[in-house]
């Protein structure tokens, strides 16, 4: 089942805005990951932020986590056209001795030059 | 480090068949991990292996199955193929690092059934 939710489904940015993608989920969780999908190609990974963090940095990304609400966003500052792809977050669910990542649908960015 | 890689790249199989996708991982990760993306219902985990051993199964019929190797390649096996297998087929291994675990993707395998 889907557990992560994004919102919004697509985006379609000018190079140079800010692109902001939110995610919401239903259970309790260890921590959450957000990933980066170029058209129809492996996953590269770009953010984990555990569940006793609020808000996480990398470059040019920005996540939040509020636990309270269950939902996570990402925001990508000053985007360029490479950040076109889908996004998506997944929430680590797992329990004692296993691991197990449950993705939302996703967000599909486009970023126009 | 060489990244998590999965061959074959591509693949067309017919209703029936049978066929068998292999995911080398990043060396010294011990886990591995099979996920399903289509378009209809995104990604749904199949399954995870840790040092040969199966320790978590997602919601899918016994048709799909899987091992893992002692050298931690592993392969994943699905039979009587059906339509609704067509599908993106990812493979990601993980690292034990500090409790929390980060994934890393292979390129995936795309099989079509027809």
């Known amino acids: 089942s889907q557990q992560g939710e994004e919102d919004p489904q697509a985006l379609s940015i000018q190079e140079g805005e800010n692109a902001t993608m939110n995610c919401s989920y239903k259970?309790?969780?260890?921590?959450l990951q957000w990933y980066r999908q170029n058209s129809g190609r492996g996953l590269v990974h770009l953010i984990l932020?555990?569940?006793?963090?609020r808000e996480k940095h990398s470059g040019r990304l920005r996540v939040t986590l509020d636990t309270s609400k269950k939902s996570s966003s990402l925001l990508i500052t000053a985007s360029r056209a490479a950040d076109t792809a889908s996004y998506f977050c997944?929430?680590?669910?797992?329990?004692?001795?296993?691991?197990?990542?449950?993705f939302g649908k996703g967000t599909k960015l486009s970023v126009i030059p | 480090k060489a990244g998590v890689t999965q061959t074959p790249r591509y693949l067309i199989k017919t209703r029936g068949q049978q066929v068998t996708l292999s995911c080398s991982p990043i060396?010294?990760?011990?886990?591995v991990s099979w996920y399903q993306q289509t378009p209809g219902q995104g990604l749904q985990f199949l399954f995870e292996?840790?040092?040969?051993?199966?320790?978590n199964k997602g919601n899918f019929p016994g048709r799909f199955s899987g091992r893992q190797f002692s050298n931690s390649r592993s392969e994943m096996n699905v039979s009587t193929l059906e339509l609704g297998d067509s599908a993106l087929y990812l493979c990601?291994?993980?690292?034990?690092?500090?409790?929390?675990?980060?994934?890393?993707f292979g390129p995936g395998t795309r099989l079509t059934v027809t």
């Open positions: 292996y840790f040092s040969e051993t199966q320790r």
């Open positions: 932020i555990r569940s006793n963090e």
């Open positions: 060396s010294g990760h011990r886990s």
């Open positions: 997944a929430t680590d669910d797992s329990g004692a001795g296993s691991y197990q990542l449950t």
């Open positions: 990601a291994s993980s690292l034990l690092a500090g409790g929390f675990y980060e994934q890393y």
């Open positions: 259970t309790s969780i260890n921590n």
